[in-house]
Antibody
Framework: QEQLVQSGAGVKKPGSSVKVSCKASGDTFNNYGISWVRQAPGQGLEWMGGIIPIFGATNSAEKFQGRVTITADASTTTVYLELSSLRSEDTAVYYC????????????WGQGILVTVSS | DIQMTQSPSTLSSSIGDRVTITCRASQSISSSLAWYQQKPGKAPKLLIYEASNLESGVPSRISGSGSGTEFTLTITSLQPDDFATYYCQQYKSPPYTFGQGTNLEI
């Protein structure tokens, strides 16, 4: 069964950047899109953006444009999310999730990574 | 952006009950709707896609219906494992948006 394994993050200072990784299998990397969804403490789910790794094509929510960079490394079948100019409101658990081939429903999800923005 | 509105925000029920959660879209999304279950400290789990298709391994007491702008998630004969937070999500067009969640509690 496919698993997405995330790593990275921790505590970051306001104004800095964070990069979170999401390792996928070769099949997922070559045949599916991967999205990033975040969840602030006690809050709901928010889609940030996604990538089709094999093409490198990305899209992102307007709210994050200019601050978010989503990339993919074929040599390690890993997708990355980088968020810059961090502020306290970016404190959240960041999930990666595989998009279905037909329609961006998400399954499976990574385990999530907590990013805390604090001085 | 397409806004997704769930109701109720909180639902108190008992084992064996039948419950229904509603999700409304701000514009038609055809059947491009998914439902997820999330438990504390865990990633969401896909339950339903295309509004009414049950994901493999999800118990048949869970069902979804609707199209256009109004959708429902129904759970019959509630089990202890069903107490969680449920989210709807539209994938008709980006940005893919979620409802605010429904906390199903005992």
């Amino acid at each position: 069964q496919e698993q997405l394994v995330q790593s990275g993050a921790g505590v970051k200072k306001p104004g800095s950047s964070v990069k979170v990784s999401c390792k996928a299998s070769g099949d997922t990397f070559n045949n599916y899109g991967i999205s990033w969804v975040r969840q602030a403490p006690g809050q709901g789910l928010e889609w940030m953006g996604g990538i089709i790794p094999i093409f490198g094509a990305t899209n992102s929510a307007e709210k994050f444009q200019g601050r978010v960079t989503i990339t993919a490394d074929a040599s390690t079948t890993t997708v990355y999310l980088e968020l810059s100019s961090l502020r306290s409101e970016d404190t959240a658990v960041y999930y990666c999730a595989r998009e279905a081939r037909q329609g961006a429903r998400f399954d499976p999800w990574g385990q999530g990574i907590l990013v805390t923005v604090s001085s | 952006d397409i806004q997704m509105t769930q109701s109720p925000s909180t639902l108190s029920s008992s084992i064996g009950d039948r419950v229904t959660i509603t999700c409304r879209a701000s514009q038609s999304i055809s059947s491009s709707l998914a439902w997820y279950q999330q438990k504390p400290g865990k990633a969401p789990k896909l339950l339903i896609y295309e509004a009414s298709n049950l994901e493999s391994g999800v118990p048949s007491r869970i069902s979804g219906s609707g199209s256009g702008t109004e959708f429902t998630l129904t759970i019959t004969s509630l089990q202890p494992d069903d107490f969680a937070t449920y989210y709807c999500q539209q994938y008709k067009s980006p940005p893919y948006t979620f409802g605010q969640g429904t906390n199903l509690e005992i």
